[in-house]
Nanobody, 124 residues
């Protein structure tokens, strides 16, 4: 069992930045693929970014390319999502997730463990 705890969410003005963190339990963090997803009010949860076990492969949804960066620190069992040039449409609950095979999957059905989510609100 892997437990994930997100932090770093909050209220920010459009154009601002936030860095989300997700700390994971367990000794095999370095083997995992990791992803960030988000769910806006009234919408389905969607893929945002992912990173494979080595950090050498990353994927982003088109709407955040060039603005968001996913990274990982295996020594700290933590994955990050650096968000810049935030827009009101980025407002959502953001979730991190673990993909136990180590892949940078964009399909949320392939993720095995999920955090509780952290709220990001971008005001215009």
């Amino acid at each position: 069992q892997v437990q994930l705890v997100e932090s770093g969410g909050g209220l920010v003005q459009a154009g601002g930045s936030l860095r989300l963190s997700c700390a994971a339990s367990g000794r095999t963090f370095s083997r995992y693929g990791l992803g960030w997803f988000r769910q806006a009010p009234g919408k389905e949860r969607e893929f945002v970014a992912s990173i494979n076990w080595s950090g050498g492969i990353t994927y982003y949804v088109d709407s955040v390319k060039g603005r968001f960066t996913i990274s990982r620190d295996n020594a700290k069992n933590t994955v990050y999502l650096q968000m810049s040039s935030l827009k009101p449409e980025d407002t959502a609950v953001y979730y991190c997730a673990v993909e136990a095979r180590g892949w940078a999957s964009r399909n949320q059905r392939e993720y095995d463990y999920w955090g509780q989510g952290t709220q990001v609100t971008v005001s215009s």
